[in-house]
């Protein structure tokens, strides 16, 4: 292992244009996607019914509480272990014949893969689904230097075919219905027929037309891994459609991109992760197709194996308590269905490729947070800390309490750089008010006009700025028709005033 890989410093922010960060601000990106009525619909439908499978198969399991203590108790341990535990998988991968290379940051891995295809002539290459991959942009990557990137799993196909980005972990086109993936496909798959409808069957059937060509005339896969197993140089993907089964089998080369926190220290482990995974994921009993490999093995399956370690900023979050926190996450994807700010907005308005809660704290942590203006400072806020992801992580991540965590980063990465927020404004102006009595009677008098803004709803619904940053999302209700002082002094004639604010206090 290379002596300066781990603890390499590194800020996203360094590559503006990483798949890791968004270009504006949650509140703006998800203003422009909740007017998308077709969006909402979709993912109503589609989150909702995972979220039913989830609870029918999680519900059947006596012990599922024990087995997602045994998810976050391993997950920790490989989180304190991780140097030595990554030593033994490189050592147990060299010895089954396979090649491992250490990428620090997106570039490096792009390079590695890049020249690992271009070894071997090839041109094409196929994928299986990978989020490693689509952090660190390998598909555009490998375009700009002559290197065709084909997705093999249906929905990062017509994710890919519509020139689109993904907009959920699992489902990637979440948000498209059948119509438009079959109008993609007849205007972007030379091989679609000219006759295809949009049942979900004929749609499946010319995707895995197209796909079979491209399995059989393939030299080279590229592939994440959802496990590594430190003891015995194993890798582990699971995916539902067998297209992965595939790309792993048939290709001479084959080329696995993985985050370094997906280690598992031993194999006798995969049994606590295939029973949460499934069940969190899919809301299914048992992963459909789940392909372990171990290095090489003459004559059967790819001859050629190199396995890509990828740090890009997980050794900085590993330094960091809410960080190292988040990398416990084996990326099931239970907390996108049951946020309800997820369920509205989609994927797209948080602008990385890791979208909803977990994405909401893992961004700011890979890519770095750098205060006012930074659209990852506004992804902590992308929370109704209603507490449902926590509920179902599989592998316990308490997400609300690191939002929150991050939130007040984000507020003392303004501070520290004399930024006045306007919460800071707020509690000085208030404070201002508060501390002095005529102020205060003065400020008291105010709230009439307030009582008029709320006309016969008692809801005031538009304010000009700064206070327009409140009324933008929600209503304010209008001021009640006595305040707490002059109701104090209608009914302790004999207190006075100063025994009202020592009562209001
Ligand atoms: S944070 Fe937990 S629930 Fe969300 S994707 Fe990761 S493992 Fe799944």
Redesign the pocket.
């Known amino acids: 292992m290379s002596s300066t890989f781990l603890g390499v410093p590194r800020r996203g922010h360094d590559h503006p244009e990483s798949p890791l960060r968004g270009t504006e601000s949650f509140p703006k990106a998800a203003h422009h996607e909740l007017a998308n009525a077709q969006l909402r619909r979709n993912l109503a439908h589609a989150t909702s019914s995972i979220r039913a499978k989830r609870a029918l198969v999680v519900g059947e399991m006596p012990d599922w509480e024990a087995l997602r203590d045994s998810g976050s108790a391993i997950k920790a341990d490989v989180m304190a272990r991780l140097p030595e535990l990554l030593e033994r998988l490189e050592a147990n991968v060299t010895a089954r014949g396979g090649v491992v290379h250490w990428a620090a940051d997106a570039e490096e891995a792009n390079r590695i893969v890049t020249e690992l295809v271009r070894a071997t002539g090839a041109t094409e290459v196929v994928k299986v689904k990978s989020m490693a991959t689509q952090e660190i942009g390998l598909n555009e990557y490998l375009e700009e230097r002559g290197i065709a990137a084909v997705e093999t799993d249906l929905a990062e196909l017509i994710v890919q075919l519509a020139h689109d980005k993904p907009s959920h972990?699992l489902v990637p086109a979440i948000h498209r219905n059948r119509t438009e993936v079959r109008d993609i496909f007849l205007a972007e798959m030379a091989d679609a027929p000219a006759d295809l409808t949009d049942e979900p069957r004929r749609l499946a059937m010319a995707a895995r037309e197209h796909l079979r060509r491209k399995f059989l005339t393939a030299r080279v896969a590229v592939s994440g891994a959802n496990f590594g197993i430190a003891d015995t140089g194993t890798l582990c993907v699971v995916e539902s459609e067998g297209n992965g089964r595939m790309c792993l089998t048939l290709p001479q080369t084959l080329i696995t991109v993985m985050g370094i926190e997906k280690l598992l220290p031993t194999f006798s482990d995969l049994e606590v992760f295939l029973q949460l995974l499934p069940r969190?994921?899919t809301g299914e009993r048992m992963n459909p197709y789940t392909s372990l490999w171990t290095g090489v093995t003459p004559g059967d399956g790819p001859q050629e194996f190199h396995l890509i370690l990828l740090d890009n900023g997980r050794t900085n979050a590993l330094a960091d308590q809410v960080g190292r926190a988040?990398l416990?996450?084996?990326?099931?994807?239970?907390?996108?269905n049951v946020c309800p700010v997820y369920e509205r907005t989609g994927g797209h308005a948080y602008g990385s490729v890791y979208p909803?809660?977990?994405g909401a704290v893992l961004t700011p942590q890979l890519t770095g947070m750098d205060g006012h203006g930074d659209p990852n400072s506004s992804l902590p806020y992308a929370s109704s800390l209603c507490g449902a992801?926590y509920d179902?992580?599989?592998?316990k991540?308490d997400?609300p309490s690191l939002l929150v965590e991050l939130r007040g980063r984000a507020v003392d990465n303004d501070r520290d750089r004399n930024i006045p927020g306007g919460w800071d404004a707020a509690m000085k102006a208030a404070a201002w008010v508060m501390s002095d009595e005529k102020r205060f009677a003065a400020a008291e008098k105010g709230l009439a006009l307030g009582r008029v803004l709320g006309g016969r709803k008692h809801r005031i619904r538009h304010l000009p700025p700064p206070l327009s940053a409140w009324t933008g999302t929600r209503d304010l209700p209008a001021p009640p028709a006595q305040t707490f002082r002059s109701w104090w002094r209608d009914t302790h004639p004999a207190a006075g005033t100063a025994n009202a604010t020592q009562a209001q206090r």
């Open positions: 972990i969190s994921s988040a416990h996450c084996i990326r099931c994807s239970a907390c996108l909803g809660p977990i992801c179902v992580c599989p592998v991540i997400i």
